[in-house]
C-alpha cells in the first residue's frame, strides 16, 4: 500500500511538474527521465551546462521514448563508476528504443552527439 501511494505521489508531483513548464505530453503509466545538456571542450573547467528549454525521455518498462532528432546520436548507459555497461547507435529521426530487459540497476543515460551529449537518469 505504501509503495503504491508513493508511486502514484511520484506520478502527481511529476505531472505537476511538468504542467509548470508547459509541458503535459508524457502518459501517467510512462515514468518521466528529464535530460540536460552538455557542450564538451566549451572551457577549460570541464564540460559547460547550457540551459535550453527542457525536454523529456518518457520510459516504460524497457521502452524509451522520445523527441525525433535531426542527427544521430550514441546512447550510452553508464554506471555510477562512469563505465559504459550498454552502447548503442541511434539514427536520426528516431523515436522510440526498446533496451534489454537484462539491464539491472541506476544508470546515467546519455545521447551522445559529435561535440554534445544530453544526459539523465534511468532505473530498472
Known sequence: MKKEFLSVFKKVTMV???MTMG????LMAQECIPMQVILNG???DGPTYAP???WYITQDD???TMPAFE???TLELRDE???VVYSTFVPAGTTMIVLPSTLSGDFELRLVADTYY???YICF
Open 118 to 120: 544530453y544526459r539523465g
Open 62 to 64: 524497457y521502452t524509451l
Open 81 to 83: 563508476d562512469g563505465a
Open 52 to 54: 535550453p528549454r527542457p
Open 71 to 73: 542527427v544521430d546520436f
Open 16 to 18: 505537476a511538474l511538468l
Open 23 to 26: 509541458d503535459v505530453s508524457p
Open 42 to 44: 566549451a572551457s577549460s
